[in-house]
Every structure is written in structure tokens, then in C-alpha cells.
């Protein structure tokens, strides 16, 4: 029986196969490309290439693939063999350098939100070394970046790239005013947990909508639903057991972290946590996840929904990111430190994300914005669609020590001095857990928690990183000048915490009265999608981009079309699945049914027995007959009338029109199927899809 430190990372070409197996001073050249950016030259590239095809067939590999991550939110691959011919007739196996480096898939059909016109079909991916190759299904996948034949990003690893780039770089800076000269780098990390259900494949193969859209867009609520809690955290059933022991086993295979696993709120649901990684390999890592997660779920007969809300009426499913700043020395610098200097340093970088967050709020809620999350922002299990950062009572209370001047104490802490005020020892965690917060600090990393259960974390990650960079750029441009370097870093962190303590809320997010006083502080209320995607191309934010080399203005508008386009197409593609299902199902079933009753009431009144049933049953559901085919061909007409010259207003009629008329079609619906027997409705029920899986 194989252990897992055996299986672990068996199928990536990692470090530990790297320097096996190639030569010393190509390995060398291979972690400066990895370590510090610097580019590999094509001899070195072809002695990887073939290490690296050799290893793959070893492994019962016949083909390559660059793997990327277009703009669609799933990955893609185009796989060649590795075969080649030689004179004789026979084949030979072979890869290049060249091959390695860069590929050239069609790009023509992938979203490039105008970045090219579709005749100009040309793509190139570009290799990534610093996310190891890996084989799946008897492919060697190399993680890429993905660009238009003009040089711009038509994926979320390029740009995620630069954003690490840019707060390297800056961080870096801070650090070297601390005296830091050990540090050579400092990354991103992030650990996403992810949520998802579990539904037997027999119950989904009959439903359109969950085949369709990957939600259900009809179900009367069960009887039961989580309202017991005995759910979460409670025994996992051995079906589900087995599920997660293969998933598990197929990610460590690949070298993810997977750690944790547990029920979650909702019935059938359930979440997988990994250790935190690199931001790219992480993003790399939680793409494979839910790729895996789906593809294991079949041997077991059953089916993963990652959505972010596949049942009306019981907790979504969303991914939490918690994401720190690490020095390549393994200094995590959101962990508060032992000494003085590490307490100020911690506060200045504390202030910087809380700045970072503070000024592009809107950035962060469009990074979790798409026409599924929107079903979940706000409900009371999932963050509200206002950004806040939570720190906790003692971090909040040594803040306002800071703002107002005065020494902070609280019994049982050692005080230490930063220079100009009295800051106590701080132990590892300094706050509690607040589940209803959007960006909370957990002892030494912020968890942002509106992040949709299918999404990319790339999105997030990007605008973290992005923001917090120009966060440090502008503190670093002040301390390097300074004359008073303790003088200047106090009043600095005390003139950032007046500036944006707006953001900080360590309250209850599902109150009411703090989306009142939200507003009253000037936060923003984003709650859909098309309300939030304007303020990505807001000339802040632009600005923001551009500074940083992120994105290029073009890049960010192409990305904002697509986002656009992506939402209005879900809600058309989920309106045209309920007109499906209401008139080729559900009305059918209807007046089959109603006809079945008739009879029987006029069989009864033939032989004087009291039809009161049927004669109440047939006037309740002919008023929800009625009902129904009024809303569906209300539904119809607003799918026809849609003639919107631009994507932002037709996303808006979308929302406003389209939606609310599927809203409203689902209400009688809804109704209709309390009043049917469930042999005769023609789809499996809410109580069949959460409580299936025994």
C-alpha cells in the first residue's frame, strides 16, 4: 500500500524531480528563473524539455499540453503527442525547448472582450516555471500565460503575474527601511477553501436546469432544509467519505495541499481546504480542484455543483481567500512580531492592506461579482455586498491608541514601544472569527470571503495584490525621505488610520443598521453585478492598473465587456432553460393532472359522494395554470424585446426586466408544485436533490 508521502506530488515535475534529473547547472538556471525572474535561455529550455518528456513517458504520458486559463473561468488545453518521425517509418519520442517555452493555440473563440477580431485567430502561451508541470490523465500539462498575437493578456495568470511583480516590489521597499537584508523576495499566499454539494448523478440527469445552468431554477422548499445545524461538522457519510479519500488521493498526486474536509451548513454540502501556496500556484491549484472535484464525483455516481447558490432557501457555496505576504526567508509579514521594530512593521503593512481596501472597495466587490454570487451576497450566509475589514477588538482598540495619542494597556499583555506610544506583545491571534465580515483579519492573514464557490481566485488576488502595492509605494515614498524615520512611521500609521477607519467594522454584517451606517461612512452598496462592473473602468481604478503594469487600459476595458457579456448570457441561457421547462414539463404535468382530478370529481358527484377535494385542488392549481402560462409568456416577451445598443445596458435590462420576470415565474411555480403529488411532477424535488446521498 502506497503512502501518501509516496504519492504526494508523484505525478508533478517538481523541485525534487528537477534536481535529479537534470544537469547541475541547468537545475541552477531553472531556480533562477524560478527564484528571481530571470528568463531561461533556449539551451537551457531544451535540456528541461527533454528531462522533462523523458520523465512524463516514464510516467504514461503520450502527450503535451499548455495549460492556461482563458477568460471563460475554466482552463484549456490543446493536446499534442510527443511522437515524431524518423526514416525508417518508425516514430521517435520527442520535445523541444521551443516547445517548452511557447505554444500557439487558436484564439480565435475564446473571450477577448474586442482585445482582437475573431478572424484573427493567432494566440500564443507562454511557459511559467514557476508552477511545476504536472500530468493528468495521461497528459503533461505546463502552466502558461495566455496572449493575443499584439502582447495583451487574453488569461487571469498574466495579469496575476505582474500584480505579483508589483507588490514584490514595493513590499521590498518597506523592508529595506526596516533593515531587512536578508529578504530577496516577498510573495502573495493564499490558501482558497472551497465549498460544494454533492447530488446523486441519477437525480441531476433529470433536471434541465442544474444540467443547463448549474443551479435549480424551480424547487418548493423541503420540509427539512439546515434549520437543525446537525449538518455541519457532523458525521461524514461514507459515500462522501469515499468521494473525498479519491479526491484527496488525485490531489496529492498533483501536489496540492489538500488538508481539510468537512460538512458544511446546507445538507449535501461540504468543504475541501488546502495549505496556503504561492498566489499563482495556488490559482493554479484551485483551477485543478474544481476540475477534479467533478471528474471524481462521477466514479462515485455522483455529481459536484460548484455554484454559488443551487438551491433556493439554503446556504451557497462560496471560496474563502486567505491571503498574507511571506518574505522568501519565511517571515510571514501580517504575523504580529516579538520585538519593537516587527510590532511597527506589522502595523505599517496592517495599514496598508487596510488602505489598499479602503480605496478600491469597489475593486474587491467586482473581483467577486458574476450572476451567480449575486444570488449569494447579502443572504445570511455569506458576506454583505458592502466591503468592511474586520481587525478585532484588541487590534481595533491599539488603533485608536495610536489615533489618539495615547499609551494602550490591557492586562495580561506586555507592553513594547514603537518609538512614540506604548503597543503591547501581541500573541499570534489577536482576533475572534467574525463569519459575516467580507475581509477579515485571522491572526496572521486576511480572509476575503465574497469570493464566488466557482469563481477564479485570480480576480481577487489581482486587486489585493494591486491595491496593497500602491498602498506600500505611497508609504515607502514618504519614509525613504524622511529625516525621522520613527517620527515619520507613527505619524504615518496614525494619519492612515484617520484617513480610512470607515472600513473597519468589527460588528454584525447581516444587521440591518450597518448597511445604514455604512452608507452614512460612504461606503458603496454594490448588490449586482451590472451595478458594479462601471467602477472597473473608473479613472482611478484605470489609473491604478496602468501605474502598475497590470492591466493596460485596454485590457481592463476588454475585461469589462467580457464580464458584461458573461452576465447577460447566464441569465438568458437560465431564462431560456425555465420557458423550456415550464412548457414542455411543467404545464404538461399540470393539466395532465388536473384532468386526472376532474375525472375523479365527476365520477364522484356520478355516484353523490362529496368532491370538495378535487373541486378546491382543481380551483388552486387552474388559478397557478393560469398563472404560470402568464408569466411564461411574460418571460418570452421580455426575452424578444431586448434591443440594447450597449452591453452595459442590456446587462442592466437583464437584471432590472429579464430576471425579475424569472423571479416572479418561479414564485407560482413554486406554488404549483406544493399542490402536486410528486409522482406526477416531472422533476426530482428539493427534498430528493439535498437528501439523496446516503
Known sequence: METITNVFGSMVFNNSVMKARLPKETYKEVRRAIDDGKRLDIEAANVVANAMKDWAVENGATHYTHWFQPMTGVTAEKHDSFISPDRDGNIIMEFSGKELVRGEPDASSFPSGGLRATFEARGYTAWDPTSYAFIKDGVLCIPTAFCSYGGEALDKKTPLLRSMEAINEQAMRILKLFGNTTAKSVKTTVGPEQEYFLIPEELYDKRKDLIFTGRTLFG???????EMEDHYFGAIKPRVQAYMKELNDELWKLGVLAKTEHNEVAPSQHELAPIFATTNIATDHNQLTMEIMKKVAKHHKLVCLLHEKPFAGVNGSG??????????????????????????????????????????????????????NDHRLGANEAPPAVVSVFLGEELAEILDAIEKDTSYSKKEKEQMKIGVHVIPKFPKDTTDRNRTSPFAFTGNKFEFRMVGSSMSIAEANITLNTAVAKSLKEFADVLEKSKDFTESLHDLIKSTIVEHKRIIFNGNGYDDDWLAEAEKRGLLNLKSTPECLPYMIKDKNVKLFKDFKVFSETELKARYEIELENYSKTIRIEALTMTDMVNKDILPSIEKYLGEIAKTADRKAKLSIDSTYELTRLKKLSALQTAILGGVESLETALAEINEKSSQKEAEYYHDVVFKKMQELRAVVDRAEMLMPSTVWPYPTYGDLLFGVR
Open 220 to 226: 418548493a422548499r423541503p420540509p427539512k432544509g439546515q
Open 319 to 372: 471560496k474563502h481567500n486567505n491571503w498574507s505576504l511571506s518574505t522568501d526567508t519565511g517571515v510571514n509579514l501580517l504575523e504580529p512580531g516579538d520585538t519593537p521594530y516587527d510590532n511597527a512593521q506589522f502595523l505599517l503593512f496592517l495599514s496598508a492592506v487596510i488602505k489598499a481596501v479602503d480605496d478600491y472597495q469597489d475593486l474587491l466587490r467586482i473581483s467577486a461579482a458574476s450572476a451567480g
